[in-house]
């Protein structure tokens, strides 16, 4: 008897649900899906409008092609659920566009401040040999007082550049003969 009860009182208060549902049928197989953009194009031609469900069946009718049943609250949840994504959508691009103008940004700002750092460190280099040249030169033009300070000055210049340049600038020409 309580079986009977719990039976029937389980048929009673169970209610109909329904939603939009889509079949279709290719090589791979049934397919079944809610979303009716998921269904491939050349089978939403053979859309079904809406299913007829006889009383007392609350199951979907069967069919060729695609079943559809019909609940206007869940089209309207449906839509505003896409709607919401969209922007979501939206939003994430917006933000991602955002996001590499600010990249683009500081790959600029990076690149012109490595540029400014190599073409300073070029005219360095370029003044230090301009320097050292003019250095040689003054060497071998130059009359020391003993002949062979002026070869140890000019292997110290030429094996040493900048070690050897700067000693000679201070020291090397209180070495060399006045004329």
């Not at 009977?4 to 389980?10: D, P, R």
Request: net charge positive.
């Amino acid at each position: 008897m309580k079986t009977a009860i719990i039976l029937f009182l389980s048929v009673l208060l169970a209610s109909v649900a329904s939603a939009e549902v889509y079949r279709w049928e290719d090589a791979d197989g049934m397919h079944f899906t809610d979303n009716y953009s998921s269904v491939p194009e050349k089978y939403r031609e053979k859309d079904i409008a809406e299913a007829h469900v006889p009383s007392g069946h609350t199951t979907p009718r069967v069919g060729v092609g695609i079943n559809r049943q019909y609940r206007p609250v869940a089209n309207q949840e449906y839509k505003a659920a896409v709607h919401q994504a969209n922007l979501e959508q939206h939003r994430r691009a917006a933000q991602a566009k955002k996001q590499q103008q600010i990249d683009t940004s500081n790959f600029q700002n990076t690149l012109q401040s490595l540029v400014k750092f190599i073409v300073i460190w070029i005219m360095l280099g370029i003044s230090l040999f301009v320097i050292w040249i003019c250095t040689i030169v003054d060497i071998a033009r130059s009359e020391f007082i003993t002949p062979s300070t002026k070869t140890v000055w000019m292997l110290l210049v030429l094996l040493l550049p900048l070690l050897g340049m700067v000693p000679y600038m201070i020291l090397g020409s209180h070495q060399k003969c006045i004329q």
